[in-house]
């Protein structure tokens, strides 16, 4: 558990180093992300919540991306009827280019990589890949949205998780 939180913290402090270096293009969006996810797979489902801290850059820019922290609940796995979850990811975001149209303002593709803690059962990998599709700015100029995602973990001597994911999603102090 002590190698999570190094890796954790390793990732949240070059994430936040690269978001205060100067923006130098003129569409990229940043900020704090929460949200509210449940999923279903082959036989399972799970829910959870998650906060992100990044910054998204213009297609096919990878770097910089952010940091991803998710913890729920997703059953059965194993000999588990429920089991807990603590993910920490790296994600990169894009920002399409598309010539005077607003779906460049509205739909932010992903993919993710990273680690996955399950309480019982034990370490997995994860990487999946979606949309963040953000429908309305709020009055006090955060932004909500939803978030579609597929993802895999996979366990050693289990095999893979495959699973899709939507979530209620906002970002705190973003921006266009």
């Not at 952010?66 to 807990?84: E, K, R, S």
């Not at 920490?88 to 680690?115: C, D, R, W």
């Not at 429908?135 to 993802?151: Q, S």
């Amino acid at each position: 558990m002590r190698m999570f939180w190094i890796f954790a913290i390793a990732m949240l402090a070059s994430t936040l180093a690269l978001q205060a270096q100067d923006n130098k293009y003129e569409n990229d969006a940043g900020g704090l992300g929460c949200g509210l996810y449940g999923s279903g797979g082959r036989g399972h489902g799970s829910a959870g919540g998650y906060v992100m801290v990044y910054e998204t850059s213009r297609f096919p820019r990878l770097w910089p991306g952010g940091v991803l922290f998710d913890a729920g609940v997703t059953g059965p796995i194993g000999d588990h009827p429920i089991d807990g979850t603590l993910s920490l990811n790296y994600q990169a975001m894009f920002h399409p280019k598309s010539k005077g149209h607003q779906i460049e303002k509205l739909v932010f593709p992903f993919v993710t990589a990273g680690y996955t803690r399950f309480v019982l059962t034990g370490n997995a990998a994860n990487y999946g890949a979606g949309v963040n599709w953000w429908i309305r700015e709020t009055p006090k100029g955060d932004i909500e949205g939803l978030r579609f995602e597929y993802r895999e973990a996979y366990i050693a001597g289990m095999g893979r998780r495959p699973e899709f994911r939507v979530s209620y999603t906002f970002m705190v102090g973003g921006e266009f």
